[in-house]
């Protein structure tokens, strides 16, 4: 799907993917520490995380060997090659310790790509799973959108359908499960009306 559209998914993705930015903002990463994004498409977010924590070691995932090329693009436009390690891996299942030399992450973060992965509930296991102590999984996608307009809602999701995205409403009550199975803390919020979700899992340190 992405053989042809990475090369204007950020031009034509920023009118849609709300939040991305003030997600970033809200990582709070503590100095020195690592980010690591699942489903990190054309780099954008890493190559934003990166600038943002000028300490941190940021590393990229994601199962597209198309996107994965132009991630890499980004990050060397960006200069930020030393700082940024990209690996293609299935994010139901992968092996950090192999990819990156690491095991855990101070924070995950998932932006847009659960809503396009069917077996979203096991890449947020996943991710939980690779939690370090005191470690944050932020996740944002597009949410139930109950505050928005019904036509609006019928016109974005016709459109989200198109690109293979299905909404995941059921998003914060799967957080909470993973959560309460791992004995980790857990919180949601709705944006803009619904539009989208942001959650959070705080593994206790």
């Not at 060397?76 to 090659?81: D, K, M, Q, Y």
Request: charge should be positive; include cysteine.
């Amino acid at each position: 799907m992405y053989r042809h559209q990475r090369h204007i998914y950020d031009a034509s993705r920023k009118f849609y993917l709300l939040g991305r930015d003030a997600l970033i903002a809200d990582l709070a990463l503590p100095a020195g520490g690592s980010v690591l994004e699942i489903g990190c498409g054309t780099g954008r977010n890493l190559v934003r995380i990166a600038k943002t924590y000028p300490e941190a070691a940021c590393y990229g995932l994601d199962v597209s060997a198309a996107m994965l090329e132009t991630a890499a693009a980004s990050v060397t436009r960006a200069s930020l090659c030393d700082r940024i390690r990209l690996a293609q891996a299935d994010a139901t299942g992968f092996d950090a310790e192999t990819l990156f030399g690491r095991a855990a992450f101070d924070r995950i973060v998932i932006s847009y790509a659960l809503s396009m992965i069917p077996p979203w509930q096991a890449v947020l296991r996943e991710a939980a799973e690779h939690l370090a102590p005191g470690g944050a999984l932020h996740v944002l996608d597009f949410g139930d959108q109950a505050g928005l307009p019904a036509p609006f809602r019928a016109v974005l999701n016709r459109w989200l359908a198109a690109f293979s995205v299905m909404p995941r409403p059921a998003l914060p009550a799967v957080m909470g499960e993973i959560a309460a199975s791992l004995r980790f803390h857990t919180q949601a919020r709705q944006r803009f009306a619904g539009y989208a979700i942001h959650g959070v899992i705080e593994r206790v340190a």
